[in-house]
């Protein structure tokens, strides 16, 4: 699993029809330390609601096509949690809605 942030969506008013109703999000890939960007972007099918400014879990490969959302379709990046916390030696990194 990957931390990111919900930087923006993508929208694509031609798909394949397996893919069709299914958000798009476009992820920036972080340190969970700093919670700075580090630029590296991912697009990933939402399976959980996400919306921008969310931190997120996301996986790639064989893992994303796993949820209710992606299983069946074609998929390499799945957003599959919204973080709450993040803590590092006792201290908490970030904590949503702060």
Do not use: W
Not at 2 to 15: C, E, F, I, N, Q
Not at 24 to 33: G, M, Q, R
Not at 81 to 94: N, Q, R, S
Request: charged share 25%; net charge neutral; proline share 3%.
């Amino acid at each position: 699993m990957v931390l990111a942030r919900v930087v923006g969506t993508v929208v694509s008013s031609h798909k394949s029809q397996k893919i069709e109703g299914i958000k798009f999000l476009l992820l920036d890939k972080i340190d969970p330390v700093s919670m700075k960007g580090k630029g590296d972007f991912v697009v990933s099918m939402d399976s959980v609601g996400a919306g921008p400014g969310d931190i997120v879990f996301y996986v790639s490969g064989s893992s994303a096509r796993n949820t209710d959302v992606t299983e069946g379709k074609p998929s390499d990046s799945a957003v599959i949690a919204i973080v709450d916390h993040i803590e590092k030696d006792g201290a908490f990194t970030y904590q949503k809605n702060r």
